[in-house]
């Protein structure tokens, strides 16, 4: 077996970087070569600044954004300390003069990583996508108005950044957990040039239910509790929202309520609850 044909059956262990741009589906077909553009210049601008040798390191483009491995021989503590703050400088520098700023997610993980003639594969690749593409890390984003969010695995973290370095400080990220395809895991989060960030909460459900997303309720979904009020608002799901009574009129009601408005009926109706003693008219002989 030759040398070559080795590499491809071996895993290296190496450190996946995996960036990823905000809303990138809200770029028009003008616009996104340019932001593909300014994201290769900020990454590629640091990985010169921290010296990092370009040989070391290996990058697949993603469309809107780029996945990266790079070398062990390379400190890990080179590319989460000063290549960070790199990455940072270079970001806000291309945002001054961006009416909408560009936001990148990053996700790092540490793990055996399997190159072939296509690019790179394995759980640690997995990892680092799944990190940058978390919910939390969108949220984050957003929530802080950053520019930039890191996100290492529990295991990076651990390994790496609680033992500090040159541009490592662990007090300035703030842990979560994820519901990952892979089951639930340990995240860490830091926004650079920042405290350790406060993690946004999960949005809630409605507690309107189905009604609240446009949904229409069913009498199902109505809670059974005595005394319900019913206002003059209740008429806003229906054709025009009329009411029966005059405008803000309520009703307290103690069992079954109908309304019936401008209805002209051709044969005798019956409304209202039929119950166990009552008889139909067949059976009194009407």
Same mark, same amino acid.
């Given at each position: 077996m030759n040398d070559d044909a080795m590499d491809l059956t071996e895993a290296r262990y190496e450190l996946v970087i995996s960036v990823d741009a905000r809303r990138s589906g809200e770029y028009d077909d003008v616009d996104k070569p340019r932001m593909r553009a300014r994201i290769y210049r900020v990454l590629e601008t640091a990985f010169t600044h921290a010296k990092v040798a370009r040989d070391a390191v290996h990058m697949e483009d993603r469309g809107d954004g780029v996945l990266l491995a790079v070398a062990g021989r390379i400190a890990v503590t080179r590319l989460l300390g000063l290549w960070m703050v790199e990455v940072h400088e270079n970001l806000r520098d291309e945002n001054r003069a961006l009416r909408v700023p560009l936001g990148l997610r990053i996700g790092m993980h540490v793990g055996p990583v399997r190159h072939d003639a296509r690019g790179i594969s394995g759980r640690a690749v997995d990892l680092a996508c799944r990190l940058a593409d978390s919910p939390v890390a969108r949220r984050l984003l957003d929530a802080e108005k950053a520019d930039l969010v890191l996100v290492t695995s529990n295991s990076l973290y651990e390994d790496v950044v609680s033992g500090g370095g040159k541009f #490592?400080?662990?007090? $300035?990220?703030?842990?979560? $957990?994820?519901?990952?395809?892979? /089951?639930? =895991?340990?995240?860490?989060? @830091?926004?650079? /040039?920042?405290?350790? +960030?406060?993690i946004p909460a999960e949005p809630r +459900?409605?507690?309107g239910g189905p009604s609240s997303t446009g949904g229409a309720r069913s009498a199902a979904d109505t809670p059974d509790t005595p005394d319900t009020p019913v206002g003059a608002d209740? /008429?806003? %799901?229906g054709d025009d929202g009329a009411d029966a009574g005059s405008p803000g009129t309520q009703y307290t009601v103690h069992g079954d309520m109908s309304q019936h408005? %401008?209805? =002209?009926? @051709? @044969? +005798? =109706?019956? #409304? /209202? $609850?039929i119950t166990g003693g009552a008889r139909s008219r067949k059976e009194r002989g009407e």
């Open positions: #490592i400080e662990a007090a $300035r990220y703030s842990p979560a $957990r994820l519901e990952l395809k892979e /089951g639930e =895991v340990t995240a860490w989060f @830091q926004l650079p /040039g920042r405290p350790a +960030p406060e +459900p409605s507690a209740a /008429g806003a %799901d408005h %401008d209805n =002209v009926y @051709q @044969q +005798p =109706v019956h #409304i /209202g $609850r």
